[in-house]
């Protein structure tokens, strides 16, 4: 089996900076590349951010949050990727940046180096098909956040190689995380659950049948989740589920994949939530209020 040594993550944002912590906590080699050094620093800020956290609260010795942190390589230049074994892509959910990342990435990546994508809903085998090595192609699928939830989906399609898979799958488990197995169906296992049950939270609240804040506490408090489904699309981004249920609406033309005119609305006013200060909930005071956007 492929083994990986050094571990490139294209990507600094939420999902690519938690990629590239639990990647160097595990032991592994990891450059981190960025478009912009603005984007890079706060994604490197973020890393230290939740090391520190660790240190402070005793989960983590400074000793270990030291050796992280220097597994970790901020780059802006792809080129710094051409000696990684895997490269895990986490750019923005657009077809068209992949192919051209993918692309230029196999002009410089040796022809053993796996791709792996961190697409939450575009086809693994589409995204594969137009690299230079569909068989060394592989969805590693995270979860946020990175580094506190344990499930990574490992995707295999078509033109997936087995050595290809099972070294993904290992260096999924290696990271201390639980993988499953999935077929190349868009959204996966969680995904294809998770945002018709999110949207269905949104056409509640538009049919009038209980407050935002009411049909959180519901689902927290009846069915033990950890965070209502406003919260917790605040939390994903509300760009990200908009956009996500673009592509599920595209691939099954099902209504339940389809994005309520108001997620719409609240993606196109920029309520994109934690990340914009503002969604289904405010976060500019000390504790989240009910946005005056859904009000
Ligand atoms: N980064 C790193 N660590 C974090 C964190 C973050 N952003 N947020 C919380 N944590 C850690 C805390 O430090 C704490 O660690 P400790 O137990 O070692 O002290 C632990 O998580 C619990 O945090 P808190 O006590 O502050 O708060 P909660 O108990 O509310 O837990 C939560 C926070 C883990 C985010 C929890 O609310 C949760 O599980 N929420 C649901 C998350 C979820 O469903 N994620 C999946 C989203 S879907 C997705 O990612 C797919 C995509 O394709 C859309």
Known sequence: MTEIRKVGVVGAGLMGSGIAQVSAAAGYDTIVREVEQGLLDRGMAGIRKTLDRAVQKEKLGAADRDSTMARLHP????????????????????LGAKHALF??????????????????????????AETDRPERFVGLHFFSPVPVMPLVEVVRCGQTADD?????????????????ACGDNTGFVVNRLLVPYM?????????GVASIPDIDKGLRLGCGYPMGPFTLGDFVGLDTLY???????????????????LLRRMYLAGYHGRKTGK??????GDEPVVSSFVL
Do not use: Q, W
């Open 75 to 94: 780059t802006l230049e792809l080129a710094d990727l051409v000696e990684c074994d895997l490269v895990i892509e986490a750019i923005t959910e657009n």
């Open 199 to 207: 949207l269905d939270a949104i056409r509640a609240y538009e049919s």
């Open 164 to 180: 290809t898979f099972e070294a993904a799958f290992a260096f999924a488990g290696s990271l201390g995380k639980s993988p499953i």
């Open 103 to 128: 692309g230029e990435l196999g002009g410089l990546c040796a022809a053993e180096t796996i791709f792996a994508s961190n697409t939450s809903s575009l086809s693994i085998t589409e995204l594969a």
């Open 279 to 284: 969604g289904f909930y405010d976060y500019s």
């Open 243 to 261: 956009h996500i249920t673009g592509i599920m609406y595209d691939e099954y033309k099902e209504a339940r994949f389809a994005s309520p005119p």
